[in-house]
């Protein structure tokens, strides 16, 4: 069965850094192009980054560009979201996409990222 898992719940303070990971089973991983998105509170889901499954292709929400980097490893089945300077309306649940195209795609159940002081 396909499967989407984050990891990298955290509470942390503003200004502080965090890592999430995602981590793919269950089916291949090549050619899947590797997205994040989060859901801050009564807002709608918004998209954070991308990354192509050779990694020559990145794309960031622009408002996050220069604090939020992703990164992949294919070996592993996982794509990464390091995000630093984090500030308190980064507050949100951050998910994990595997897109390959409209029946291949496949969601996490969502990480709590919460930035408070």
């Known amino acids: 069965q396909e499967q989407v898992v984050e990891s990298g719940v955290g509470l942390v303070q503003p200004g502080e850094s965090l890592r999430l990971s995602c981590v793919v089973s269950?089916?291949?991983?090549?050619?899947?192009?590797m997205r994040w998105y989060r859901q801050a509170p009564g807002k709608e889901r918004e998209f954070v980054a991308s990354n192509s499954y050779t990694g020559g292709f990145t794309n960031t929400a622009r408002s996050l560009e220069g604090r939020f980097t992703i990164d992949r490893d294919n070996a592993k089945n996982a794509w990464y979201l390091q995000m630093n300077n984090l500030k308190p309306e980064d507050t949100a649940v951050y998910f994990c996409n595997a897109y390959l195209n409209p029946n291949r795609d496949f969601w996490g159940q969502g990480t709590q990222v919460t930035v408070s002081s």
């Open positions: 269950g089916f291949t991983f090549i050619a899947y192009v």
